[in-house]
């Protein structure tokens, strides 16, 4: 996505900051285009950013509608989409970022919080940040709250020679 709304860590030196994100009409339709929605009327997030040892921790909150094809139905139908934000970064070479994240390896264990992510440079796009918390939220397998599926068997198919084979005495 284009336009980031971005973050400096030399920001932080005066304390935590709050930032509200209300994403434009272009940005909406560029993310909407990218994640494969047919639409994106609404995309907004509150974060606080504050320093967190060398680097800085983001905590928010974003709400949005999103328009997907209901897969039972092939209808376009609207539904709200919501999540929290909480990420930690910390500058390549930090000794509070694990030898794991600097090696692109990562071992995920759902008993600890997550290691913070590597962040070359000094900044970090709020903008991307909320489109991968987005995308993570969306359902892959969208259905419409009153879409029901109905399966009916299909008719037995009356084969021409079925006529013939009761014609033909039966084995013995």
Do not use: Y
């Not at 047919?38 to 995309?43: D, M």
């Amino acid at each position: 996505m284009t336009g980031g709304e971005w973050l400096r860590l030399g920001d932080l030196a005066a304390g935590p900051i709050r930032r509200r994100l209300e994403l434009g009409a272009d940005a909406r339709e560029a993310l909407s285009a990218q994640l494969g929605l047919e639409a994106l009327p609404v995309l907004e997030a509150d974060f606080e950013i504050r320093p967190w040892m060398d680097g800085c921790q983001i905590q928010g909150h974003f709400r949005g509608e999103v328009a997907q094809v209901c897969g039972v139905s092939l209808e376009v139908f609207t539904q709200s989409v919501v999540g929290d934000i909480d990420v930690r970064f910390a500058p390549m070479g930090s000794p509070h970022l694990p030898a794991e994240v600097e090696a692109g390896e990562i071992e995920v264990s759902l008993d600890t919080p997550d290691p913070p992510e590597a962040l070359e440079g000094d900044l970090i796009d709020l903008n991307a940040l909320l489109s991968e918390h987005l995308a993570l939220a969306i359902d892959p397998f969208p259905r419409r709250p009153d879409a029901v599926f109905e399966w009916a068997a299909e008719a037995e198919v009356i084969s021409p020679f079925a006529a013939l084979s009761a014609l033909k005495p039966p084995p013995e």
